[in-house]
């Protein structure tokens, strides 16, 4: 954890930017490895909450349930990074703080349904599919705007931005221009929603090239907990 938060320190500076938040991926990883690490974050980050990513809804649900018996685990901001169907928007819009792979506006409707009148606002990031990959989740670009206007409809939603997956690429030119992409998306958005403040995107593998074009959020799972069994 030390390790990953300076490179992601040096990675700012070095490109003049600020330093973005960190959000652990902990697919797969069982509930003891999550609150180790949360636990190791707080140490070295007094104050902050630490933010977790997960994909799957069922899972989450499961690791939660055995956090909730341990003990001196810390507070979890929990993220939901997996692609979202809209039978599952009931469960995600009660488990989660917030949901970064928005992409229709069925989804919206759904989590503003299902969403705990006892929580605060679910905060929602608008996934795109920057590279416009037949195989990935996400909407184009230029439905960006309507989505985000249905997001701002619901008072128990809060929009703060947008996440994308750009395609893999050996050349790192290609994935920046990509995070580039993103970056402008964003500022457009900003330009009628100027609230907005998170742009996630970069991982384990690329996060310095999103750092330098402007990622306020990275999500990084391997060189947190290692590589998967």
């Not at 037949?134 to 128990?156: F, M, Q, T, W, Y």
């Not at 402008?184 to 996630?200: G, N, Q, V």
């Not at 990275?218 to 947190?224: D, E, P």
């Amino acid at each position: 954890m030390r390790d990953t938060l300076q490179h992601i320190d040096n990675a700012a500076h070095s490109s003049g930017r600020p330093a973005p938040r960190l959000l652990a991926v902990g697919k797969t990883r069982p509930a003891d490895a999550v609150a180790a690490l949360a636990a190791a974050f707080c140490d070295l980050r007094p104050g902050e909450v630490p933010a977790f990513g997960e994909n799957y809804v069922q899972e989450t649900a499961a690791k939660q349930a055995g956090l909730a018996v341990m003990r001196d685990v810390p507070t979890i901001e929990w993220h939901l990074i997996g692609h979202l169907q809209s039978n599952k928007a009931r469960e995600a819009a009660t488990l989660f703080d917030w949901v970064q792979t928005v992409d229709r506006p069925k989804l919206v409707t759904a989590l503003a349904r299902h969403r705990p009148d006892n929580r605060p606002p679910l905060n929602l990031l608008i996934q795109v599919n920057i590279d416009d990959e037949a195989s990935k989740h996400g909407c184009r670009p230029d439905e960006v705007p309507a989505l985000a206007r249905a997001i701002a409809a619901h008072a128990n939603l809060r929009l703060r931005g947008l996440m994308a997956i750009p395609a893999p690429a050996e050349d790192e030119s290609v994935r920046r221009r990509a995070f580039a992409a993103m970056r402008e998306c964003f500022e457009t958005l900003r330009a009628d929603h100027p609230h907005i403040d998170t742009l996630s995107m970069g991982m384990s593998d690329d996060y310095p090239l999103a750092i330098a074009e402007g990622a306020s959020m990275v999500r990084i799972g391997t060189a947190l907990f290692g590589a998967r069994g």
